[in-house]
């Protein structure tokens, strides 16, 4: 039977990129002090093996592009489990607060007067570069990185201001903007943006059938077809991408497709 706690609480926790090897010691006694856990699409099966077998685990996917639970059902159940004296943690991919929606969850609680512990993950723009090599800063190219969505939020009028982003010649790590990729080549090479700037594609960051495409800006559209990039993956947009292991042909990249299909 699940434990009753004298007063309910959430925790939002970030199960990392994919690894379960990636979670923190913090994620692992979260989650096995869970009586409810809510977890998104992207979570790895793996990670539940932390769960206790009496916990109630409720999948709640949430993916772009596809069907997902409405993010206000979420809400109501989190604050109805914790008004039930239940330890309830939100499972999330890569960190709760990097377009995980954990800000908005975080003021849903506190509005309810609920209790709220956030326990950070590694997000999937810092884990799936680092797993070929590609940096994020690098003191002889860039000062920063900027994170961002490739899409525009829901109800939202515009998305990311493109033209802003390439006047920062900083290195762009976009979340979820495969299935806009050429909306932003283009949106960046008329912002002046080099044809020949490397472009870096992590899918499936860290798990065990993760893909790397290191290409150009001027072909990433092409590219994405011709090898079936999907979702999940990072697009990484920067001369720190020269850095990445190995060749950075897509000759190799080619040649790592053909080898992962015999």
């Known amino acids: 039977m699940r434990r009753a706690h004298r007063q ?3 925790i939002l926790v970030g199960a990392g990129p994919g690894d379960p090897e990636l979670l923190t010691v913090k994620a692992v006694k979260a989650i096995g002090d ?19 077998s009496d916990a109630r685990i409720v999948h709640v996917g949430k993916r772009g592009g596809c069907k997902s639970t409405p993010q206000e059902f979420i809400e109501r159940l989190m604050i109805a489990e914790a008004r039930a004296g239940h330890c309830v943690v939100r499972l999330k991919g890569g960190d709760p607060f990097v377009f995980g929606r954990g800000g ?32 994020l800063t690098h003191r002889d190219v860039c000062h ?33 903007g495969v299935s806009r990729s050429e909306e932003i080549r283009q949106a960046l ?19 065990p059938n993760q ?35 190995g060749a950075v042909e897509r000759e190799a ?10």
Not at 189 to 207: C, I, K, S, W, Y
């Open 211 to 245: 893909r790397a495409l290191i290409t150009s800006l001027a072909a990433i559209s092409g590219d994405i077809c011709k090898y079936r990039i999907g979702s999940p993956a990072i697009m990484v947009i920067g001369e720190t991408v020269r850095y990445a292991y």
């Open 34 to 52: 869970a009586d409810v856990l809510l977890v998104d699409d992207l979570v790895a099966d793996e990670v539940l093996q932390y769960a206790r």
């Open 8 to 10: 309910g609480r959430v």
């Open 104 to 135: 908005e969850e975080g003021e849903a609680l506190r509005d309810a007067g609920i209790v709220c512990e956030v326990v950070s993950g590694i997000t999937a723009g810092l884990a799936g570069p680092a797993a070929f090599g590609i940096p």
């Open 189 to 207: 090479l008329a912002a002046g943006m080099r044809a020949d700037m490397p472009v870096a594609l992590v899918q499936n960051a860290t798990r």
């Open 144 to 176: 920063g990185a900027i994170l961002v969505t490739g899409h525009a939020g829901e109800g939202a009028d515009v998305g990311p201001d493109w033209t802003a982003l390439a006047a920062t010649g900083l290195p762009l790590v976009i979340y979820m």
């Open 253 to 262: 990249f080619a040649e790592n497709v053909a080898a992962s299909k015999g």
